[in-house]
């Protein structure tokens, strides 16, 4: 599966933030999966599936649950909205944790102007906070698939948003699952949380941007967002949904890397995990 790096610099008042682009060579055609007669027309069916693991702490949490509350109400996303051919879009909020810890917080939402972001980011907000054992993108990304199946809308788009702060070290391994959701027609956009040096005793992996850009994202346009700094986060979740949303691309210039091997192991975390505690299975 071939695949391009792109990079281009956005402006921000803390410092320059890195995006990243990978074009996979998948369907760019929309599969339209919830075919039922009664399917409203949007935009974007956009899943947002956040890391609740406990290497998440709670300051984590809070900052990334606030930094999408404050994007789904900010201008830019209301102006990127109704720009979009049917002016809506729909979205759930879901958590995730170990293969077969993943949660629903906020069943599929219809936006389709202030009051109704308002309404979503108010009830993100409500949700209680938790933390859980493992951590495996599979099982969210596998997860986040089947919600598209009976959304009740059809997006000319759609998206899963993955956000976290480790490797995948639980569940099946990453990349055939990261595969399987692209060739149904989705795009896969992460946001790595590297808000914290790993040190030893930990699960954390340097180069977590890396790794989900090698292993985690995926589709037309694919893009990764890496979080370095706390006072990046809201303005780099802001400019990350409206892109989402609009499905625009900023001008970007081509960085040589290879096509063909990650630059870093997809299964770090289940090696890290074997090597820790013994026993996994890599399947």
């Known amino acids: 599966m071939g695949r391009r790096h792109l990079y281009w610099g956005a402006g921000c008042a803390a410092a320059a933030l890195a995006f990243s682009i990978v074009a996979f060579a998948a369907p760019i055609h929309p599969r339209l999966v919830d075919t039922s007669p009664n399917a409203i027309p949007v935009d974007v069916e956009l899943v947002l599936a956040v890391d609740v693991s406990y290497s998440m702490d709670p300051d984590e949490q809070a900052l990334q649950r606030e ?55 108010a009830e993100i907000g409500r949700a209680p ?42 569940g099946p391994l990453v990349v055939p699952i990261r595969d399987d959701v692209v060739a149904a027609g989705i ?67 081509v960085v040589p890397v290879s096509a063909e091997k990650p630059r870093i192991s997809c299964s770090i975390g289940e090696t890290m995990w074997q090597q820790r505690w013994g026993g996994y299975d890599f399947h």
């Open 67 to 121: 930094g999408y509350r404050l994007a789904l109400t900010s201008k830019e996303f209301l102006s990127a909205l109704r720009e979009g051919v049917n002016g809506r879009i729909a979205i759930t909020y879901i958590e995730w944790a170990s293969e077969n810890d993943q949660r629903i917080v906020m069943p599929w939402r219809l936006i389709d102007g202030p009051e109704a972001a308002d309404a979503v980011s």
């Open 187 to 253: 795009t896969i956009n992460g946001l790595p949380l590297m808000l914290k040096r790993p040190f030893r005793g930990t699960m954390d992996i340097e180069h977590l941007d890396w790794y989900y850009e090698d292993c985690v994202i995926g589709g037309p346009g694919a893009f990764a967002v890496p979080i370095r700094d706390r006072s990046q986060f809201i303005e780099a979740t802001r400019h990350k949904l409206v892109l989402e949303i609009s499905g625009r691309e900023p001008d970007a210039r």
């Open 129 to 170: 906070y938790r933390r859980a054992s493992r951590t495996s993108i599979s099982g969210g990304l596998r997860f986040a698939k089947g919600l598209f199946d009976h959304s009740g809308y059809k997006g000319l788009r759609r998206v899963i948003d993955v956000s976290g702060d480790g490797a995948n070290n639980s």
